[in-house]
């Protein structure tokens, strides 16, 4: 099993920036997929970005290309995600989640449906 547990999340203003921390415990393996997810009111939950452990691949939703970036630390076992440029339209939940068996080498699944464990979720507000 694997456990993961965010971090870094807070209330900003828009142009900041944050730095989440997902820190992985367990069974985790190269080949897996870690995924942001993110979850505002009333909202579906959206894949942010992705990274396989092997940190040989990413993706980036639209909306986030170029102000976002993800990256993984195995020594530490510990993927982040890098917020520069922040929008008020960032505000969510973010949720960090592991996929065991994502499509490939090197794909990523963005349904939530396909990801195995998830963390508890750190509020990240942007405020205008």
């Known amino acids: 099993q694997v456990q993961l547990v965010e971090s870094g999340g807070g209330l900003v203003q828009a142009g900041d920036s944050l730095r989440l921390s997902c820190a992985a415990s367990g069974r985790t393996a190269s080949t897996f997929a870690m995924g942001w997810f993110r979850q505002a009111p009333g909202k579906e939950r959206e894949l942010v970005a992705a990274i396989r452990w092997s940190g040989l691949t990413t993706y980036y939703r639209d909306s986030v290309k170029g102000r976002f970036s993800i990256s993984r630390d195995r020594a530490k076992n510990t993927v982040f995600l890098q917020m520069n440029n922040l929008e008020p339209g960032d505000t969510a939940v973010y949720y960090c989640?592991?996929?065991?068996?994502?499509?490939?080498?090197?794909?990523?699944?963005?349904?939530?449906?396909?990801?195995?464990?998830w963390g508890q979720g750190t509020q990240v507000t942007v405020s205008s």
């Open positions: 989640a592991a996929d065991e068996s994502p499509p490939g080498s090197s794909g990523y699944y963005t349904s939530p449906a396909y990801y195995d464990y």
